[in-house]
């Protein structure tokens, strides 16, 4: 049985982009396949740019409660946070010795910022290790990435396997990337790939009020109410489709092509969309942020689980190693 692994930083409330292109896409691959599954909170991760202890508490229960709000299957899955299995920081030590400085130079994660030194921490620099130990620690065949997240697992790959050379003996697992062509690139407000960086995401979960004004925040022209719009360079019209039925998305595009029909209302039909669909998981989401101990439980069920994994790869590093 193949082992599949993924996760998702802590450093923000789970917004559309995340759902649409990593947290439903996983719950799917889960619930059709026989693969064992390791979904995993990436809260030490988050550490490198923010430092509120309290704002990262919130931020891993809201993660941990939109995967739970979505249908995750803890009986399925092992379902943890990173932090709270602490054999991956010495495995990240371990591992920081085994990689040359040359190939976290080249790190998208680095170079993004090496023009701005002084914003750069060694959490930053090295944080293609501690993604590696999060992947090597658990025997993990299988990671689902994008294509801009590749270089991070070849990076692993590259690690592993120059790990296993140097000690003579193939103790981790060298994992494959599993590239879907069908992952999309959910577009923010802005039209720029949502991100919490560029603040141009949904946050589907927000109360109503705060949510219209969130949707309102899309950034549109000023083709006048009479005048017909071009759908396909709408921001508007491109979430709305990712959501919408085949039939919905023809009308609306009807809509936009006739005239007589403004930005405002294709932004009210987006909103009335969202809280149609994810109505649902709106409310086990508010259940569960509002009943922390229920995520709590669950957590330390799948973290149980993964230390008794982690233990035994990290046990098997420490004595070629020669530290045990």
Known sequence: MARVLTGIQSSGRPHLGNILGAIVPAIKLIDQNQEEAFIFIADLHSLTSGKGGELRKQNTLAVAAAWLAFGLDIQKTTFYRQSHIPEVTELTWY?????????????????????RLSDVNAGLFTYPVLMASDILLYSADLVPVGKDQLQHLEMTRDIASTFNRIVEEDILTVPEARISEEVMIIPGTDGQKMSKSYNNYIDIFLPEKELKKNVNSIVTDSTALEDPKDPDTCHVFKLYSLLASPEQTVKMRANYLGGNYGYGHAKKEFMELILAKYSKERETFNFFMNNPEEIEKRLAEGEKKAKVVAMDVLNRVRTKLGFR
Not at 101 to 115: G, R, T, W
């Open 95 to 115: 591992l920081n010795c085994f990689t040359p400085f040359p190939m976290l130079a080249n790190a998208h994660s680095f170079k993004d910022k090496a023009a």
